[in-house]
């Protein structure tokens, strides 16, 4: 293989990648089904081959439909969760460390309004950028030779083309969130993890870090992009997908067990999320193959 993988999750929040220096990007398809708020080292390009999934990034929520394509930065917290149907997500990661040569869009950020707004007026090049990424993955399985300076070549011309679009566009100082920033934002995180299926308010949260009520509502939508609320909400959806898929549990257990008062409040943020009530939900997942939500390749031709 051109690089070596490893992959740590620290506190289920951020993601670390290797990659062989000589070979900087990680190409494999995956399909997304939990909600998945994290942040990690490298870049990533994410493009819905099927189906599609809820993004939030750089402050903006939005839908990720088939076609569309997204580009995360490192360190640029955001999150993914699956749309209303199934989902199958080509999924690129590429190093921007100091010998990297993408070294510089670490200087870069994805503009998702203007990329949106292009979208819904047929402006975006989406066949041109489609095409690239195909040929990215279809060089990554065959390996033929020069295959590394192929697949290069067509993660710059995709760089290029949304450079031109102003899709891709230079950081301002608010983008660049410092490390004493993120290392507080875990700690919450973490408070939040450990105590999602109990009565956790915002204020309760404030006072646990020691934190005004005001600041921390702010702090919080400004790093994440999203609410406090948006996001336990995410973690008790979580807890009770997992528990539909890996257990026996009845749906009145799971929906205590997950942070939820009663069984109709469970139902009926589960149905808006998922498109479907908790049974008919489990009753999909056991006709269906069990599919790991981690990184993994798949025999799936595009």
């Keep these: 293989m051109p690089f070596r993988k490893k992959v740590i999750f620290l506190n289920n929040n951020f993601e670390y990648a290797f990659m062989d220096n000589d070979f900087p990007v990680r190409i494999f398809l995956q399909k997304i089904n939990h909600y998945k708020l994290h942040w990690h080292n490298h870049i990533e390009i994410i493009y819905a081959l099927n189906g599609s999934i809820q993004m939030t990034t750089n402050g903006v929520n939005f839908k990720l439909?088939?076609?569309?394509?997204?580009?995360?930065?490192?360190?640029?917290i955001h999150s993914t969760s699956r749309g209303d149907e199934d989902n199958l997500i080509l999924t690129i990661h590429i190093t921007d460390s100091?010998?990297?040569?993408?070294?510089?869009?670490?200087?870069?950020?994805?503009?998702?309004?203007?990329?949106?707004?292009?979208?819904?007026r047929n402006l975006v090049p989406l066949t041109e950028l489609q095409h690239l990424l195909t040929e990215i993955y279809r060089e990554y399985r065959s390996k033929l030779p020069g295959y590394e300076n192929m697949i290069l070549s067509h993660i710059n011309?995709?760089?290029a083309i949304m450079i031109r679009r102003s899709y891709l566009v230079p950081k301002e100082k608010d983008d660049f969130i410092g490390e004493d920033n993120l290392k507080r934002f875990n700690l919450i995180l973490?408070?939040?993890?450990?105590?999602?299926?109990?009565?956790?308010?915002?204020?309760?949260?404030?006072?646990?870090?020691?934190?005004?009520?005001?600041?921390?509502?702010?702090?919080?939508?400004?790093?994440?992009?999203?609410?406090?609320?948006?996001?336990?909400?995410?973690?008790?959806?979580n807890q009770s997908e997992i528990l539909l898929?890996?257990?026996?549990?009845?749906?009145?257990?799971?929906?205590?067990?997950?942070?939820?008062?009663?069984?109709k409040a469970f139902t009926a943020a589960f149905k808006a999320n998922f498109g479907m009530i908790p049974t008919h939900y489990r009753k999909m997942l056991k006709e269906t193959a069990a599919v790991e939500d981690s990184s993994a390749d798949n025999d799936i031709e595009i």
């Design 157 to 159: 011309a995709c760089f």
């Design 98 to 120: 100091k010998k990297s040569v993408f070294y510089n869009f670490k200087n870069m950020k994805f503009n998702a309004e203007t990329y949106l707004d292009n979208f819904q």
């Design 245 to 263: 898929s890996a257990t026996d549990k009845t749906i009145t257990q799971i929906a205590l067990e997950s942070g939820y008062p009663n069984i």
């Design 65 to 76: 439909d088939k076609g569309h394509i997204c580009f995360i930065n490192s360190g640029v």
């Design 190 to 237: 973490d408070y939040i993890n450990e105590h999602y299926a109990e009565k956790l308010s915002l204020q309760k949260l404030a006072d646990a870090m020691h934190m005004n009520y005001y600041y921390l509502s702010h702090f919080f939508k400004d790093i994440a992009g999203i609410t406090f609320q948006e996001y336990i909400n995410g973690q008790r959806l």
